[in-house]
């Protein structure tokens, strides 16, 4: 079993659809976990970054992180085109900026105008 | 313009001739990292250096050398690729002034081993 299981995908929404994607994980020592986007040909930015259990919005995204069960969630609201990426969630068990990063396979989203 | 800078971006190369694909990162960050991105096994550490002539192995170290001998420098060597080395390559970097760990990552060398 792997660490964080991400379903591949692919996704297809039409635009302005809400958007849910979605990580499980079992390890329970993880404590912050992040959410990826990368565009074709491009490498994987930083979207989402959050600590522990619950929520945190920035404009049309919004984390989620259930830690009881061992869940995270990233909704994008009023989705767009540009939208269209892989999308990566990461874990790890510090802050530290040398601390290793676990992530999921990647979900491919595409948008359709 | 802060970013990681991979060369080459493609490779077609054939078994059992060396290569080095270079990393440079304008940031000043002391952590750099090397993954591997293959599909349905996503992104795989390869091996990572905590600052100059400090290195250590990843997840994934078996067939891969490297090495940091200035602060914004990290070439991954491959001294005899094989086909299961055929892969898209991501150079990253990261920050202890960071109050996150955020890895800033390069554009990706694909590299196909035939």
């Known amino acids: 079993q792997k660490e964080v299981e991400q379903d591949p995908g692919p996704l297809s929404v039409p635009e302005g659809a809400i958007v849910s994607l979605n990580c499980t994980y079992s390890n329970s020592a993880f404590q912050y976990f992040m959410w990826y986007r990368q565009y074709s040909r491009k490498g994987p930015e930083l979207l989402m970054y959050?600590?522990?259990?619950g929520n945190k919005e920035d404009g049309r995204f919004t984390a989620q992180v259930d830690k009881s069960s061992k869940y995270i969630s990233l909704f994008i609201r009023d989705s767009q085109p540009s939208d269209s990426a892989t999308y990566l969630c990461?874990?790890?068990?510090?802050?530290?900026?040398?601390?290793?990063?676990?992530f999921g396979t990647g979900t491919r989203l595409t948008i359709i105008p | 313009e802060a970013q990681v800078t991979q060369n080459p971006r493609y490779l077609i190369t054939v078994t059992g001739k060396k290569l080095t694909v270079t990393c440079s990162q304008n940031?000043?960050?002391?952590?750099m990292s090397w993954y591997r991105q293959d599909p349905g096994l996503g992104l795989r550490q390869i091996y990572y250096s905590m600052n100059v002539e400090v290195t250590d192995k990843g997840d994934v170290p078996e067939g891969y050398k490297v090495s940091r001998k200035e602060k914004r420098n990290f070439p991954l060597i491959l001294e005899s690729p094989s086909p299961n080395q055929t892969s898209l390559y991501f150079c990253a970097s990261s920050t202890r002034e960071s109050s996150y760990n955020e890895q800033f990552f390069g554009p990706g060398t694909r590299l196909t081993v035939l």
């Open positions: 940031m000043n960050h002391e952590y």
């Open positions: 990461a874990m790890s068990l510090s802050n530290f900026g040398n601390e290793k990063l676990t």
């Open positions: 959050t600590y522990s259990s």
